[in-house]
């Protein structure tokens, strides 16, 4: 069974400063991963997908890098600011099958300290 | 574009009632899912469907039915509710190999 795991649970940095989340997973024949963000009281927005393929993908200020063959992404975000703060999810698509069946981290709660 | 729409946002049952959540797309998504959110444990696969006619079972799928007669729409049927299904419910859809897009939720308490 595929489990994903996030540490730390919750993370608190000051404003401006860089910092990288983490997601780890025990099974590698994944098809893709995804990080998501929530805000208190609202649904995932989706961040950025990795296809199984890739190493990384880039949003702004928002890298991304998998490496399956360890079971290991990081979120990379760039000069952290106040609305960064939410939590942080990652979640992967079981082999043969795309995103209708995803398995899904705990979170990092990220808080930015203005 | 209004995304994924989930009714109602809030709900309160009593023990052994029945009721729908309701779930729809407009973005054409052959892939939809319905997930629970409980703290301590992430979110959890409870039902999903690769398109209109097909529906499949997640990790958590007991008390709960689902349909998908067309694209657009995925109602989440609790059949007699219970205490263990107090949750926040979320909706998802999403291409082949695309982005996720999720519902803003629907909290749900049973008592």
């Known amino acids: 069974k595929q489990e994903v795991t996030q540490i730390p649970a919750a993370l608190s940095v000051p404003e401006g400063e860089n910092l990288v989340l983490n997601c780890s997973f025990t099974d590698s024949a994944i098809y893709n991963l995804q990080w998501f963000r929530q805000d208190p009281g609202k649904g995932l927005t989706s961040l950025l997908l990795?296809?199984?393929?890739?190493r990384e993908q880039t949003s702004g200020r928002l890298n991304a890098s998998l490496d399956k063959s360890s079971g290991r992404s990081t979120l990379y975000i760039a000069a952290s600011q106040p609305g960064d703060s939410a939590t942080y999810l990652c979640?992967?698509?079981?082999?043969?099958?795309?995103?209708?069946?995803?398995?899904f981290g705990t979170g990092t709660r990220l808080t930015i300290i203005p | 574009n209004a995304g994924v729409t989930q009714t109602p946002k809030f709900q309160v049952l009593k023990t052994g009632q029945s009721m729908t959540l309701q779930c729809a797309q407009d973005m054409n998504h052959e892939y939809m899912s319905w997930y629970r959110q409980d703290p301590g444990m992430g979110l959890r696969l409870i039902h999903y469907?690769?398109?209109?006619?097909?529906?499949d079972q997640g990790e958590v799928p007991n008390g709960y039915n689902v349909s998908r007669s067309t694209t657009e729409d995925f109602p989440l049927r609790l059949l007699s509710a219970a205490p263990s299904q107090t949750s926040v419910y979320f909706c998802?859809?999403?291409?082949?190999?695309?982005?996720?897009?999720f519902g803003s939720g629907t909290q749900l308490s049973v008592l």
């Open positions: 979640a992967v698509s079981l082999p043969n099958f795309g995103n209708e069946k995803l398995t």
């Open positions: 998802a859809s999403s291409s082949f190999n695309e982005k996720l897009f």
């Open positions: 990795i296809q199984s393929s890739q």
């Open positions: 469907s690769v398109g209109a006619g097909i529906t």
